[in-house]
């Protein structure tokens, strides 16, 4: 079935608000989940909303969090998310981040005690109304080995940046450091299908096509699959993540991230608080003036849509065009909802005693 | 053959000298080239030099750079290079943005009209010392071609990242953003040996074991090597290192990026002044205190390092271990020197009337 955003929206707000939260903060939680909904990553929007409300009945997340700046110099601040949910923490960090780029040039804030912050690439792209560079990271509950290893160490820990552009749509480029995000596992397994070579190994380190392999205690792979093919760049990227997101802020790193699902305790001995994020900000003009830049960002738009394609093969696509292009559809037809996603959203109306979707 | 370093490095610095530069520049020069023989990256080392000093004798390298801050902000500049080594203009440019996060506690420097600059990870290391992080990355020629296409539009892009600890070395990550550097390509060709599927395409865009591929008129293909295995994430990163070098600071971008071999002229219709790097260094006290972060880097190092092996697989490693194995041994043993490379360095030393390495 499909829903409308603006309802979508609303129920959204309307489970934030009935958790506690303010009116401000249920406003950007709701934004935020629908945006993945909206871009197309169906994972991470509102089929996450009961997760984000079971970790508040566990008093893993606090919807009246008292965020506030621990440290700071002029282009660089930490904040501490005081448990509040990352979706609101996050955008918290970038309007700082933003405040400090128009005084200093550029802006990064990591975040330390926060929890999953929805799509790194709504984050960035909050930088774009202000002819701002957004670029946001963060790290995640450890499902990927290193290179040569049998032990999840990391998160799929993603990578965002947003670029604005002039007559032609942002550059957003918005990914896991992973050849496939944990969500187009699960996918197969609801199809019934195997997944392909090196997505993911199997507790004993061999490479697998089984979809459970997770859930078997294998490991997602790094970008790059295999060290002939790069894995070992794969593993420093997510490794970079954790510790811009983590050892800067002080929140926890690799194997200590807590994990999203509020059947999982958190692992002993915490290394630091929460979880992290890493959020930027440059503006444009401290480096060239923003309209030269962005008639350059055209151009070389321009020039990257206009490479030949392969024999078959789609034309080469823009980072964010995808997305735009199923937010398009999804603004007109509405958010598909699967029937399991749907039944655990009527229960959730009736724990919170809000009207159902 | 092998070589002492402080031979090469006495070699190079008197070609610099001999072209024209400044003993000060010379030295640097030096000690980039150095660092790429040292750590092992020998495509990037002393097999350059005559490579850059063909560019000096088509006046297309400046050996006395007039290197000049064209804009800046608190924490940003961009720096003009006027042609010099990017050996050189990279340095200066990490002396700014240090000075810059000193002051600021992040500092941020794009770079036009450069040249290629050696190894990233040598300007990234450079931030260490002061405490701090250090981030570079530049643009290249362009050799890879963006998922679904046949056209070469972006470099091998590689991005950088130094990272100080306690006890254990630092983090270094210093990685090009495709599968394999292009030099990799080369050691096939030269060992007469079929390369992996998935570094290169054909220039119809199918997948080769040729390594002749590039020389074919194929291309190199993004890190994830084919669509389902996320290539179209390396796109992303180079894509964002070609941004970030050089529309932000007015350089060529894309397939605009004059060649480094002097045998090619660089494309008509430039876009921008030479080939652009970016370069970044973030305070560690700008975050939270310096030893308190750096233990907290030991512990990640350390955790990492425990992380059980797949059976018959080598330990984990944390970037940067093999570059420093690499040093450790070239530091004793000396710096092998391919035999055509040395036959070239001796017409070099004719060329220029120095004393044979």
């Keep these: 079935m499909k829903y409308p955003a603006q309802k979508v929206k609303a129920f959204i707000e309307a489970s934030f608000l009935a958790a506690g939260s303010s009116t401000e903060h249920a406003l950007l939680a709701s934004q935020a989940l629908l945006a993945a909904d909206l871009r197309g990553v169906d994972s991470h929007g509102i089929a996450r909303l009961s997760g984000y409300i079971r970790l508040w009945q566990q008093q893993r997340l606090n919807m009246q969090p008292n965020m506030n700046i621990v440290h700071e110099t002029p ?4 904040l501490d998310g005081d448990k509040g949910a990352g979706l609101v923490v996050a955008q918290k960090a970038m309007d700082i981040a933003i405040e400090k780029a128009r005084v200093a040039g550029s802006g990064w804030v990591a975040v330390k005690n926060s929890n999953h912050f929805g799509i790194a690439g709504y984050h960035a792209m909050k930088a774009l109304n202000h002819d701002m560079i957004g670029i946001s990271m963060t790290n995640a509950s450890a499902l990927v080995a290193p290179t040569f290893s049998i032990d999840r160490m990391l998160g799929t820990n993603p990578i965002a940046v947003a670029i604005p552009a002039n007559n032609e749509p942002p550059f957003v480029m918005d990914m896991a450091t992973t050849p496939a995000a944990n969500g ?8 019934n299908k195997n997944i392909p070579q090196g997505w993911a190994q199997t507790k004993e380190g061999a490479t697998t096509t089984d979809n459970r392999a997770l859930k078997s205690g294998g490991a997602m792979l790094p970008l790059g699959s295999d060290r002939e093919h790069g894995s070992h760049k794969g593993y420093c990227l997510g490794a970079w993540v954790d ?39 440059l503006r444009i003009d401290a480096f060239r003036p923003a309209d030269e830049f962005k008639q350059h960002m055209d151009n070389w738009i321009k020039a990257f849509r206009k490479a ?32 399991s996603v749907m039944e655990e959203l009527d229960k959730l109306s009736q724990t919170l005693n809000i009207k159902p979707l």
Excluded: M
């Design 308 to 339: 030949r394609p392969i024999k078959g093969q789609p034309k080469v696509q823009i980072p964010g065009d995808q997305e735009r292009t199923i937010e398009k559809e999804r603004l007109t037809t509405g958010i598909p909802i699967h029937s």
């Design 243 to 281: 510790i811009f997101s983590a050892v800067l802020s002080g929140a926890n790193y690799g194997p200590w991230v807590p994990p999203f699902v509020s059947f999982l305790s958190p692992p002993p001995n915490p290394v630091g608080d929460g979880i992290g994020h890493f959020i930027g900000a």
């Design 75 to 78: 282009s660089t601040a930490v």
């Design 184 to 191: 187009k596992l699960e996918v197969c397994e609801r199809l």
